[in-house]
Structures are given as C-alpha cells and as structure tokens.
C-alpha cells in the first residue's frame, strides 16, 4: 500500500496549488477508507486541513481554509486532491496524504494506517 503526494510548489501570495493523492495497492473504493490532508510547519504539530469520507463523499475542513480549499476524489485512478486558491504565507508547511477510518475524528492523525511522503508548500512573494 502507497500514497504519493505530489504538486506542492512555490507560490505567491494569492496564488494556487493542486496537490494529488495517488493510491496504488489497494484501491480506495474497495478499502473504503476516508482519505485526509494534513500538513505540519516547522516547529508546529501536525493538523488537520481536510478530510473525504469514501462513503457518501461527505467533506471537511479545518476553519483555517474553508472557502479556500476543495477536496475531491476520483476513485476510478484513485486519487485524491485538494485544490487550494487564496494561498497565503501561514499555508506554507509540508502536506501529507493519510487514509484511515478516523473514529476519533477527521482530524486525528494517530487513526489514519498509511500516509504519504509529503509535499512541501510554500508561498511566498
């Protein structure tokens, strides 16, 4: 079982990013795991930005990046993304892809069985 994590970049303020998820060993329809982003600046812990539920596709979202950010899923090249517009400096971190069954909550991270290697994001002028 691997995730990749790909497309972060460097970007200015304002700017726009797409990061994808890349499942291959299983796939995410048959596992039927929620799939989340997560991202963790230096000195800081690791946090939540969205989660997909594989079940019904319900969403979530960390108040930081509501209205800026969209998680969808295609579960024919199972892949997950998170299309992030209005990026700003505080958005800058390293990005890690994690699917699981969150009984916990969307947001905690020790219930999620497989992660990706992250993508680092920055943005900057």
């Known amino acids: 079982v691997q995730l990749l994590a790909s497309g972060g970049g460097l970007v200015q303020p304002g700017g726009s990013l797409r990061l994808s998820c890349a499942a291959s060993g299983f796939t995410l329809d048959y596992y039927k795991p929620d799939t989340a982003w997560f991202r963790q600046a230096p000195g800081k812990e690791r946090e939540g930005v969205s989660c997909?539920?594989?079940?019904?596709?319900?969403?979530y979202y960390a108040d930081s990046v509501k209205g800026r950010f969209t998680i969808s899923r295609d579960n024919a090249n199972n892949t997950v993304y998170l299309q992030m517009n209005s990026l700003q400096p505080e958005d800058t971190a390293l990005y890690y892809c994690?699917?699981?069954?969150?009984?916990?909550?969307?947001?905690?991270?020790?219930?999620?069985?497989?992660w990706g290697q992250g993508t680092q994001v920055t943005v900057s002028s």
């Open positions: 997909i539920s594989s079940s019904d596709g319900s969403t």
């Open positions: 994690a699917t699981g069954i969150p009984l916990r909550g969307w947001d905690h991270p020790y219930d999620y069985d497989y």
